[in-house]
């Protein structure tokens, strides 16, 4: 909310996950068979399926609708007391064809944080106000300012008058000033930050309280922590994965090896 409407083609790794035609959570390319969203955009059994490559929601003519295969939500998600390891990811039933409007975005590598004070960019179809009921139709794009830890728990306190710490590890806040928030809708959508011409997928839109209220922070998932875990599922789900990891690493290393023995 508090965006703008985003121009058609600028965020190709974006998609929305649907359940019908029923937009519920944005979502992230990250390989042509492979999107990223939050654990808590999948809660049952149901059929989902992305839509990419067009800023309108509703618009189907230019975008591709892929059924999901599979659902791989992280094991220790959690609602209560917050969402936590709110991260999963859908196999789709078939490759999808890169074009300049669908295009991947890159996952950081482990243990990857990214720094306070870094602008990045949310962006969803999510409510433009807290009231609203039914998502926006044009692709909305908000800028975001990465807050350390303890300021965020320190705003979260404030807010909810407490003690704790609701900021934990594998969670990372935005903040850009009253009306500039995620919100519903927004969820499983990313934060992404640009470094030296590369786009990286910092966050997953997570959860907040109400939407875009003055003083209260945005919370993403902090991807870099589940790089691993994100690495592992896409591995073993892709069966053909050791023979051909295998293979190209016996024809990489065996030459090399008779090479260093000369
Ligand atoms: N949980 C929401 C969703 O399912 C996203 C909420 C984000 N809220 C916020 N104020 N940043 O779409």
Same mark, same amino acid.
């Not at 992280?74 to 295009?103: E, G, M, W, Y």
């Not at 928030?181 to 930050?193: N, Y």
């Not at 003055?214 to 902090?222: A, D, H």
């Given at each position: 909310?508090?965006g703008? =409407?985003?121009?058609?083609g ?14 519920i959570?944005g /979502? ?10 939050? &654990? ?8 989902y399926?992305v *839509? ?7 618009n189907?003519n230019?975008s591709?609708?892929?059924?999901v ?5 992280h ?11 709110d991260? &999963?990811?859908? %196999?789709l %039933?078939?490759?999808?064809n ?10 950081p ?7 306070a004070?870094?602008?990045c960019?949310m962006? /969803? ?15 909305q794009?908000?800028d975001?300012?990465?807050l350390?830890?303890?300021?965020? =728990?320190?705003k979260?306190? *404030?807010?909810?008058?407490s003690?704790?710490?609701?900021? $934990? *590890?594998?969670?990372v806040?935005?903040?850009k ?7 519903q809708?927004?969820? /499983?959508g990313?934060?992404a930050c640009?470094?030296?011409?590369t786009?990286? %997928? &910092?966050?997953?839109?997570?959860w907040g309280?109400g ?6 922070p945005?919370?993403y998932?902090? $991807?870099g $922590?589940?790089? *691993? ?6 591995? %073993? ?6 023979a051909?990891?295998l293979s ?5 290393v065996?030459?090399? /090896? ?5």
């Amino acid at each position: 909310m508090g965006g703008v =409407n985003a121009e058609e083609g600028k965020w190709p790794w974006q998609v929305s996950v649907r359940i019908g035609r029923r937009h519920i959570c944005g /979502g992230t390319l990250v390989t042509n068979t492979w999107v990223l969203t939050a &654990a808590h955009c999948i809660l049952r059994r149901f059929q989902y399926s992305v *839509k990419m490559g067009d800023r309108s929601i509703y618009n189907e003519n230019t975008s591709v609708v892929v059924p999901v295969q599979r659902t791989f939500v992280h094991p220790k998600d959690s609602a209560a007391p917050t969402v936590q390891n709110d991260v &999963a990811l859908l %196999q789709l %039933q078939h490759r999808v064809n890169f074009t300049v409007n669908i295009q991947p975005i890159c996952i950081p590598r482990e243990n990857f944080r990214v720094e306070a004070r870094t602008r990045c960019w949310m962006t /969803g179809w999510g409510k433009t106000q807290e009231g609203e009921e039914s998502p926006t139709e044009i692709l909305q794009e908000v800028d975001q300012y990465i807050l350390h830890h303890e300021e965020c =728990n320190k705003k979260m306190q *404030k807010i909810m008058s407490s003690t704790k710490d609701v900021i $934990i *590890k594998g969670m990372v806040c935005g903040y850009k000033g009253q009306g500039k928030d995620s919100c519903q809708g927004d969820s /499983g959508g990313p934060l992404a930050c640009e470094y030296n011409d590369t786009w990286v %997928q &910092a966050g997953i839109v997570s959860w907040g309280i109400g939407c875009g209220r003055r003083g209260v922070p945005g919370v993403y998932t902090e $991807i870099g $922590i589940y790089s *691993k875990w994100l690495i592992a599922v896409v591995n %073993q789900a892709t069966c053909l994965y050791p023979a051909v990891f295998l293979s190209v690493l016996l024809h990489l290393v065996l030459p090399l /090896g008779i090479l260093v023995a000369l």
